[in-house]
């Protein structure tokens, strides 16, 4: 089982899972993206923008779970600095969660979490393609996995001056991180029977929309030898594909992540159009409707109602064949994920707003709802369309 980003930090951190911890515990695997840090030993990053960073007491949320894999490749996990990343780590490590993504040095950052089962062993490699600078590993600094890429601009239409139209966006891979992905992925091929890689990466200023590099990184890793591929940092779902007969989940979303007082952080940093009347005005153009900002009788979860839409996803894996699924859950007042069965009103809407997705990216992906159940919660069936 998979869900995207997560950070407990609330009052009572043990209920934050408590409408699947059951489903999560039933599973060889669950993965989660830990979108934060958890430590004592905090030097704020230069480069970090509103640092997510909570007491180590508020980890207890994610131990008490059933999550027993974590990313630690993403824009948020060095926010306190290095030490703090590795305490972080420490601290899941220490409460029978792996991880993988980040670490002492790059070797570290880039070797996956290995899982044994009854069924075989699970590799699960961890990048980021979104971060601040300097949050990435090197030979002899610690740090995390990165999967960089240039970004080019280019106007639409070649015949014309017309300045300050929203141009064409492009990106070009970085050669060195995909040869450590395609390296990375080879050497977990060879000691393990699943592998799976995770990416922290996309737009979050709009829904369903995916980059060149999501879909060029997603396949090229399957490519190089991955069984299945999981998206997060949009803060909205996004759609599924299969290539080669592999699941890619472009963008499980958030799914328990606690931001509480982000407002009043938000105003602090002047980060993300909170500052003078320009960063204001340039902000609501860029953002719109999505602007992260409060939200009346959200207070732990400050996005778009679209944001309150979310799940897991389901792999399974038998006689030599990945089948794929998605459990839709919503986001209340309280934050917890709760599941939701395909045939009602919520559960209709989380699975509408998947075709959507797909839909938006022209991704023939079908859904058959409430195929079958886990722990009393009902999964959708996910498979190639044509």
Partial sequence: ????????????????????????????????????????????????????????????????????????????????????????????????????????????????????????RVAILAYASVFPCGYEARPGAPGLAPVRAHTLYSPWETNEWNPGLMPRVTTVPDEGDMTDLREDIARAREQADLVIASFHWGDFTRPFVLTDHETRTARAAVDAGADAVLGHHHHLLRGIEFYGGKPIFYGLGHFAFDLPGLEERLQKSAYLGRGDARLRRESARRFGEYKIGARDGYPLLPFHADGRLTGFAVLSYGDGVLRAGFAPCVLGPDNSPRPVAASTPEGKEVVDYLERACAFEGLPTRFERDAFAIEGVAVTAVTPGS
């Fill in 1 to 120: 089982m998979a869900v995207g980003d997560v950070f407990v930090h609330r009052e009572e951190p043990q209920e934050a899972f408590q409408h699947v911890d059951r489903a999560f515990r039933s599973a060889d695997v669950a993965f989660a993206n830990l979108e934060g840090v958890y430590s004592k030993t905090l030097e704020r990053a230069p480069s970090a923008g509103v640092p997510v960073i909570a007491d180590p007491v508020h980890a207890s949320g994610i131990a008490a779970s059933g999550i027993n894999v974590a990313s630690l490749a993403n824009n948020h996990s060095l926010d306190g600095g290095t030490l703090a990343m590795l305490e972080t780590r420490s601290l899941m490590q220490a409460n029978g969660v792996a991880t993988a993504g980040a670490g002492e040095d790059s070797a570290a950052a880039r070797a996956p979490a290995v899982i044994d089962t009854d069924r075989g």
